[in-house]
């Protein structure tokens, strides 16, 4: 008989990564930066910037690229995050300074919070809507930027919204890590039904498309610590998000570690199960081990060192 799984040492009603095998927990711990820059392979590949400003200028030039593609005949875009967010103004400032005319092109944003059933406004001081328009829609010209029914954004109808997967070209899905291993809201699910033993299979995760999904408590804490000042009260515990089925439409998935979002550890795990087709949904990430185009992208300085350091 398999041994049974570990209890989440942080969550026991959920899965997360540190139900997984002790050995590959180490494995991970142990990867030196080098090491992590090793695990490229066909269909995965790691890069490294030494400054922070070329790390986001970088990132930024993604949304200049597949915007590039898009024709009124054949329309693509960009899915991208809220986290990290330093990418945004550089978008508008690229844009407005090349004269790029972008009215053709696409944006879908990832995810939104939800409260009492019903996505929250752009008034509320978390949307991430808010924070798309903001620091980088608002920002571009208005005589070559897209318009309003050309940004998606899941806060509606997410079956219009996975829709629009099929009658628009992704060229890029951008997004960066969660501390619980996610990209955009797909968390690790609850331990609970026919998924108490065991998470849910790798192909069953993989066939979730937008939805309205509950939070790891990890999920909350990490957002009340990048966004909300550590106010956990502040943050809403659902979120309608993009999902597996979405992703996978993609032609390129692209991951951003800046060190601000997850920690050495994370940073080091997910590259590790990717590389070594280790998929598992109780990693959320580690399914992307089976997506055909995958980049993952580390400030060096960011990456740090797993070692024990009182504070």
Request: with cysteine.
């Amino acid at each position: 008989m398999p041994m049974a799984r570990a209890i989440s040492k942080v969550a026991p009603e959920w899965w997360d990564y540190t139900t997984l095998d002790e050995a590959l927990l180490h494995d991970a711990a142990t990867l030196s930066a080098e090491d992590v820059l090793q695990l490229s392979r066909p269909g995965f590949q790691v890069h490294f910037y030494d400054t922070l400003e070329e790390f986001y200028l970088a990132e930024a030039l993604e949304y200049i690229e597949a915007w590039r593609h898009s024709t009124l005949d054949n329309p693509a875009g960009i899915c991208g995050p809220i986290g990290p967010t330093e990418q945004l103004p550089l978008v508008a400032r690229i844009v407005n300074s090349l004269e790029l005319d972008v009215r053709d092109a696409h944006f879908w944003g990832m995810d939104e919070w939800v409260e009492n059933g019903r996505p929250v406004s752009i008034t509320h001081p978390l949307s991430f809507a808010k924070a798309d328009l903001e620091l980088c829609f608002n920002r571009i010209d208005p005589r070559l930027r897209m318009p309003d029914d050309h940004l998606h954004f899941p806060t509606g109808d997410l079956n219009a919204y996975s829709r629009s997967f099929d009658e628009i070209r992704c060229v890029v899905m951008q997004g960066g890590q969660g501390e619980v291993k996610h990209w955009a809201f797909n968390d690790p699910p609850r331990r609970a039904g026919a998924y108490l033993d065991a998470p849910p299979p790798p192909d069953v995760y993989r066939a979730l498309g937008a939805r309205v999904v509950d939070l790891h408590p990890m999920t909350v804490i990490q957002n009340a610590r990048t966004s909300g000042g550590g106010n956990v009260s502040l943050v809403p515990t659902q979120a309608a998000t993009v999902g597996p089925r979405e992703t996978w439409k993609a032609e390129r998935v692209s991951i951003w570690h800046a060190g601000h979002h997850d920690n050495p550890f994370g940073m080091r795990l997910t590259a590790l199960m990717i590389s070594k087709r280790l998929p598992d949904s109780a990693v959320p990430m580690s399914l992307l081990a089976d997506h055909p185009n995958v980049h993952f992208h580390y400030y060096r300085k960011g990456l740090g060192t797993v070692t024990v350091e009182m504070h």
